[in-house]
């Protein structure tokens, strides 16, 4: 068994064997899963590992509103 943290959770925070269920739900409703990884996943773990405790409701809004203005 492999020790250690692998590059999608450093990434997304996320575990590698997860993504595939991710990108399956994505595909379900139609929703760009590099979108999805990319500009709402990595950008939550990012803010969260540097805000830590004060990461809250205001900060995901945020990350949500950014990344749906992209797809405008």
Do not use: N
């Not at 540097?50 to 995901?60: A, S």
């Amino acid at each position: 068994m492999k020790k250690g943290l692998d590059a999608t959770f450093v990434h997304y925070g996320i575990r590698k064997d997860d993504l595939p269920l991710i990108e399956a739900i994505c595909q379900q409703h139609d929703i760009d899963f590099d979108w999805l990884k990319e500009d709402i996943l990595k950008r939550y773990h990012e803010d969260r590992v540097q805000h830590g405790d004060g990461f809250g409701e205001k900060l995901v809004e945020k990350i949500v509103e950014k990344a749906v203005s992209k797809l405008k």
